[in-house]
């Protein structure tokens, strides 16, 4: 029986190189790309990010690969981060975020019945990889879901991104990753 599992995704081009590696290493999973972000602003930067996120995978992948919208609400997200939002780009405020987007990541795995848990959010070098996998670590205790995280190829997002044309934002996400 194939496992299951729930991967959290930031964007489109974050997920190309994760996707296309958990896919290679286990043809037969039945995977599920979660895309929970209320840490992007404005709005419409979180609905273009959801669209290219849709769009490339539909693209690539068709119905092999479902996709799923977590609960969109950046001024819950604000007013918990704002009183560390002085933390700097890469800080306390981003350990936070990161928490918050893999508990709800974890809470829709235990949902779905998902066998394991990962996320996109390692891909990039500006991550704090350790952190992110003491999170997952963490939240897999608690839910009894395996959590498993690789260094995903940057470069090879890259190389993906120009081959599909798709859309590389800048930034994070959010209004404090602007202003680094």
């Known amino acids: 029986m194939s496992e299951k599992i729930l991967l959290h995704a930031c964007c489109a081009p974050c997920t190309t190189a994760t996707l296309e590696k958990i896919m290679s290493d286990d043809p037969e999973a039945d995977i599920a790309v979660f895309y929970y972000n209320p840490n992007i602003s404005p709005a419409e930067e979180e609905e273009k990010r959801w669209s290219e996120l849709v769009r490339y995978i539909e693209t690539r992948y068709g119905n092999a690969v479902k996709v799923l919208r977590g609960k ?17 780009e890469g800080g306390f405020r981003c350990r ?12 829709k795995a235990a949902e779905l019945g998902c066998d394991a ?3 996109t959010l390692a891909i990039s070098p500006y991550k704090n990889f350790e952190w992110l996998d003491e999170t997952g670590k963490l939240l897999s205790a608690k839910f009894g879901i395996r959590w498993f995280l690789e260094r995903w190829d940057y470069k ?3 190389e993906l991104s120009k081959e599909y044309g798709l859309y590389r934002q800048k930034y994070c996400g959010c209004d404090y990753s602007k202003r680094r």
Do not use: M
């Open 72 to 88: 969109y609400d950046y001024d819950a997200w604000n007013a918990l981060i704002e009183p560390v939002s002085l933390s700097g």
């Open 96 to 107: 936070i975020c990161y928490y918050l987007r893999l508990l709800e990541s974890f809470k």
């Open 117 to 119: 848990v990962s996320t």
């Open 156 to 158: 090879r997002s890259i």
